[in-house]
């Protein structure tokens, strides 16, 4: 049976290994957001990235394992394609893509070609996403965040499922 636990914006120990055996575990990103991990200290700077839906492995004689969510800082940001993003694609070009969040969901397009993904990552010009895109998009079609983030730190699940000796 997993533990469940929420994550917020300050390190969340969520795995201890046990004294005997060789500990191990299996962590799964339950949220919507980003989650980093790393040791005590662990910031989203510092920490491995763990995407929503992602699992990790954890194995070995690893030490506890501590988790931050992602900040959410941005206003509701919303952008447009400068060139075309065909289907297959994990980046877009957009005229702006700084005010996108990392781990934020965003709708690509309008109408029936409409698709929804996840930001992976960003920078001034582009947006890389978790998933390819579905369908052909054109230079000039929207690019919007599907919820307005606030300026408040965003929080996560995550969820443990100890190894047979962990």
């Given at each position: 049976m997993p533990l469940t636990t929420f994550v917020g914006p300050?390190?969340?120990l969520i795995y201890t290994p046990s004294p005997a055996?060789?500990?191990s575990a299996v962590i799964s990103n339950q949220g919507t957001t980003y989650l980093y991990l790393g040791q005590s200290e662990v910031t989203e700077t510092s920490g491995f990235p763990l995407a929503p839906g992602e699992t990790l492995n954890y194995l070995a004689n690893a030490p506890?394992?501590?988790a931050v969510a992602s900040s959410v800082t941005a206003a509701s940001p919303a952008t447009t394609l400068t060139a075309d993003a065909a289907a297959g694609a994990t980046s877009l070009t957009v005229a702006s893509g700084t005010s996108f969040?990392?781990?934020?969901s965003i709708t690509i397009g309008s109408g029936a070609s409409a698709e929804t993904n996840i930001v992976s990552a960003h920078g001034s010009t582009s947006i890389t996403l978790t998933?390819?895109?579905l369908y052909d998009h054109e230079s000039g079609e929207a690019v919007k965040?599907?919820?307005a983030p606030t300026n408040e730190i965003g929080g996560g699940t995550i969820q443990v499922y100890r190894g047979a000796n962990g």
């Open positions: 300050t390190a969340t055996g060789s500990p506890a394992l501590y969040v990392n781990g934020s998933t390819a895109l965040a599907d919820a």
